[in-house]
């Protein structure tokens, strides 16, 4: 607090004032001793307090347009000379009459001492107010006079928001807080907070303006006006415990649910220990039948016995183990290509003897839609298939069971299968549609006594569906029977449809030169290539396949190469080949490559495939390689790039043709490698070397502006964390169809830049 004299005529007022501001340590004080000076501080400082013996009103009027909210106070010889009420008006917030000497100082002691406990007392309620205002409390505050009804004289701003009104609305209007809890009078708890009374309300539960339902603790107090007894104050406090009461029901819900769950599986352990003995007993019994009976009839029966013990033993322990791996988290998929319509039907007809005698008819009705060649988890797919229609058989006594299948595109290499499982059996009711999906339970304890199981079959089915990213419906009718429909997005088998496509016809007029020491390799090898339509020459030494290609430096698109051979090696040959025509070379070798053979694979091989050699694995890296060099060798004709985006190199590159060229190459000659080994990766399941090429991969694609694409590898690399292998296929499909297009236009753009001056 700054406070500032201006005395212009005389100063025996100094003692007084020091007195005055004695021992207070948070104000700063100056004298100024012309009117000068005066205006000259006023225009550098803030002041709290001005004394001034300027009577004028010019000058007075001058001080407060300087400093607004200074407190103003006039020292005056006399007062018949002021026009008091201009005085006031002027600005002034108190005078001190000097002439008489004996009461001046102390007068003015006291007026200062006043205006500094003002100053104070006035800030700290600005701040009290921006506190309440701003309290995460709702409170509002009503006055009544001499026990008339009570208005609303102030509101905070928690209060008006979850009130949803404004402060305007609510002011002045009439509310009795008293009467407003007066039902809540027996949940009151007395409070003493001086001479004050108040009440306390916990857990109130109430319903917002806007809908809300909150639960609160609540204060309501009661002050009277120290200076006016008239006026009584009813302030209300309103603290919000909603989420602490959530939390509170959860940790309730929690415990319930813990102590119904272990009660549940205490259960099922009696009941399982029951189930694994029934089936034990009989095999220990039927086998001591076994050992002493000599009729080839009842050993037939027996041994039948045993087959059904063994396998209702062996389903029971599949289902404990299903239903342990979806609780730790470890149940996971294992995709495969596989013939969708040849399990489905399969596995319909694994059930026809015991549908024929029970008398059911079972029908599978496949639509024109469903895809055949499809790639997901078959074992995962066909265990929820299997449980579905051994249900529906199970529960039904007579009539029918029929299972559809639908399926709709998603999009063009995914499709969404559909099947319904339709039985006119025992059907469910509303209660037991609630917990036909949690383990341990069936509908009712009359069907586990009438029809037996574990009651684990559907809540696995529901975990399996979930990891399919699928989703399964039931619906019932007691007495007439019940629909399950089953819902899970699969991805066509692309390469198998593929390759069935173009096997004979992308690689007619490919000839491929095979350098192998070992004839059966070169026989397998040359039956293969030529099983794809391409022709084989195969030889058994590098030296050979360095004569041949000086030879003929035209006539082969590839060259498979084995690392390991006597003589000249298979990097050694490489490197000629190389420097005579600049092949590809797919190497084929039988050892891990160490870290020494690094730099002189890269330099002189284009691929790696790892003996034994798969078939699949081949074909794509052959097909791969060809159509990469093909790309390499075309003539560009446009720069109208759909894919590329040149700007974007030239500007990363400084518009440098030799660097931007040299990104060209490396990108067309690493980028169709390094897809290769993530596609590699993803067939092997080998989440690591996924996650390891994908990040590999998005700095090759930004370097040349393909943002959109470093995008999708590393969403590859956050499926991969995941283990989330159907997307990660869709994914990938996704790139390389965009690589393809991008390697013939880079190399068009190569050209381009070659013929700029």
Known sequence: MRFLLSLTIKNEYLLSIEKAIEGIHDLRFKQVNSYSEFEEELSKHYYSIVVTDDDTLAGLKKTKQLMPHVHLILLCNGLHHLNLSEIFNAGVYDIVDTSDQKTASDLLTHRIKKAIDTRVINRMARMLNAIILNYPAEIIMTRSKNGSESHVVFANNLFLQENNIKLHEIVGKELNLEKEYAHL??????????TNKGYSLQEIKEITPLGKTNWYNINILYFTDPYNQSLKYTFLVKFNITNEKKKENQLKESKSKTISEAKSQEEFLAFTAHEIRKPLNNIVGLLDMLKSSHEEEKKNRAIAALEQSSKGLNQLINDLLNLFQSKTGTLTLKP????????????????????????????????????????????????????????????????????????QAIKRSKHLIRLEIIDTGIGIDKKGLDKIFKSFSQANSQIK???????????????????????????????????????????????????????????????????????????????????????????TSGQLAIDEIKNHPSKYQLVLMDIQMPGLNGIQTSKQIKEIAGLPILALYAFRVDSEFTEEFDEHLDDLLLKPINSEDLYQKIKLLIEANKMKQDTPQTNNFKTIDDKKIRKFA???????????????????????ELKTAIDQQDWDYIKMMA??????????????????????????????????????????DECQSAFGEFKSFRQIISAEK
């Open 654 to 676: 400084g518009n440098d043709p030799v660097f931007m060229k040299q990104l060209i190459d490396i990108f067309l000659k690493r980028t169709p490698e390094y897809i290769t």
């Open 336 to 407: 495969s290509n596989f013939n969708l319509i040849a399990m489905l039907n399969n596995v319909v007809e694994s059930f026809s003897a015991e549908a024929k005698n029970k008398a059911i008819e079972l029908t599978l009705s496949i639509d024109s839609s469903v895809p055949i060649n499809i790639y997901s988890d078959e074992n995962r797919i066909q265990q929820v298939i299997i449980n579905l229609i051994g249900n529906a058989i199970k529960f039904t006594t007579e009539g029918s069971v029929s299972i559809n299948v639908t399926a």
């Open 185 to 194: 009078h027996k949940n009151f708890n007395e409070l003493q907070t001086g």
């Open 449 to 539: 006594l009438q029809f037996g199981g574990t009651g684990l079959g559907l809540a696995i089915t529901k975990n399996i569906i979930s990891l399919l990213k699928g989703d399964i419906q039931v619906k019932s009718t007691l007495g007439k029977g019940t629909t399950f429909t089953v819902e899970f997005p699969v991805v066509l088998n692309a390469i198998d449809e593929s390759l069935k496509k173009i096997r004979h016809k992308d690689l007619e007029d490919q000839n491929i030169l095979v350098v192998d020491d070992n004839d059966m390799n070169l026989m397998v090898l040359s039956k293969l290539i030529e099983d794809w339509g391409a022709t084989a020459t195969t030889l």
């Open 695 to 736: 990040h590999k991969l998005k700095p090759t694609f930004t370097y040349v502006g393909l943002e959109h694409l470093t995008q999708k590898v590393g969403s590859i690399e956050d499926f991969a964390i995941k283990k989330d292998i159907m997307t990660i296929h869709e994914i990938m499909e996704d790139v390389w």
